[in-house]
């Protein structure tokens, strides 16, 4: 299982530590111990040769992360269907990753894929710096929405009530920035190359 490999490095005590103090630990640590049988009896009996250990830590490292077991009425009901939901995710992931293995053509085929070499990784910090250093030079509200837009991933309408301008207006300076920023961008990448 993917994610399983990071969590195996994690002592179950671990898992079930929520580390907020709140208690959360103690009522994971209890669920765990109540029902960690019944739960790989019926993890063996609907799905067979499932490794039942790492779908019920996953389970119970999720649930940690998370903050604990939510509020609900059938805590036992609400571990059976995480359990569903967790082997469902994990034969997805499982039913991708023998695609592309069985495919073989996959990096070939994609016009997104390339490899990640050294030298890819510090052009792109390079150009991340150089987008940064050209974020600095625009105007403070332009900063500001470019962000809220790019970076925040929020609406017009939500940037607006932020803001507190109309939306059209918002619009405008977004469309602004970013023509700005490309601008800025295209002659910082001239002087870069001068500069050699």
Known sequence: MGNVRLKNQLTRDTILDTGDGSGSARKLSDLYKQHVQELRAYILKKFGNADCDEIIQTVFFNLARNGGLPDVRHPRGYLYRAVDNAITDESRRDAVRRHYQEDGT???ANPLYEELTPERIVSAKMELALVIGA???????????????RVGNLTYLRI??????????????????????????HSMRGRTKDDR
Do not use: C, D, F, G
């Open 135 to 149: 974020i600095k030079l625009l105007p403070e509200k332009q900063q500001r929405l470019l962000m809220l837009y």
């Open 160 to 185: 607006s009530e932020i803001m507190n301008m109309p939306v059209p207006t918002v619009h405008r300076h977004i469309v602004s920035a970013t023509k700005e920023l490309n601008e800025i961008v």
């Open 106 to 108: 996959h990096e070939a």
